[in-house]
């Protein structure tokens, strides 16, 4: 009888490390494809928020015609700002969207003190970065 059992014991054994390996790699996988995932969310917010940037530049173009065009699209560039920001704990990301919600900052200021073509030179270049920072 004690044969038979050591061929059940080896088998008990190898299912244990098979599952403990299959468990292991699965969440290795899923560690990656979580590190993949936040960073295809960087890229298609830092897209979103580039549209709303010409959307932005455009609105100073068009202040004089419809000056609510700018608060608009300084509230779709925070919106995405907020989505980012939610979703990473890059360093690099993460000085990147606060550096464009100061310049987003400045802007609203610049309109508030009565200035109706502000300049977005640095919304821009904020914007530029955080494209930068997050491609892959």
């Known amino acids: 009888m004690a044969a038979s059992r050591r061929p059940r014991r080896g088998r008990r054994i190898a299912i244990v490390t098979a599952a403990a390996a299959a468990t292991a790699l699965t969440a290795g996988l899923t560690t990656g494809c979580d590190a993949v995932s936040k960073a295809l969310d960087c890229v298609q917010t830092a897209d979103a928020i580039a549209d709303s940037v010409t959307d932005l530049q455009q609105a100073v173009e068009n202040a004089s015609n419809d000056p609510t ?14 989505k980012i920001g939610d979703k990473t ?5 993460n000085k990147a969207v606060d550096d ?19 300049d977005i030179s640095p919304v821009t270049d904020a914007a530029g970065e955080l494209t930068k920072v997050c491609t892959p």
């Open 69 to 82: 065009q700018l608060d608009e699209s300084l509230a779709a560039i925070d919106k995405n700002l907020d």
């Open 89 to 93: 704990d890059n360093a690099d990301v």
């Open 100 to 118: 464009l919600s100061k310049a987003v900052d400045n802007v609203r200021t610049a309109i508030k003190n009565g200035d109706r073509t502000p």
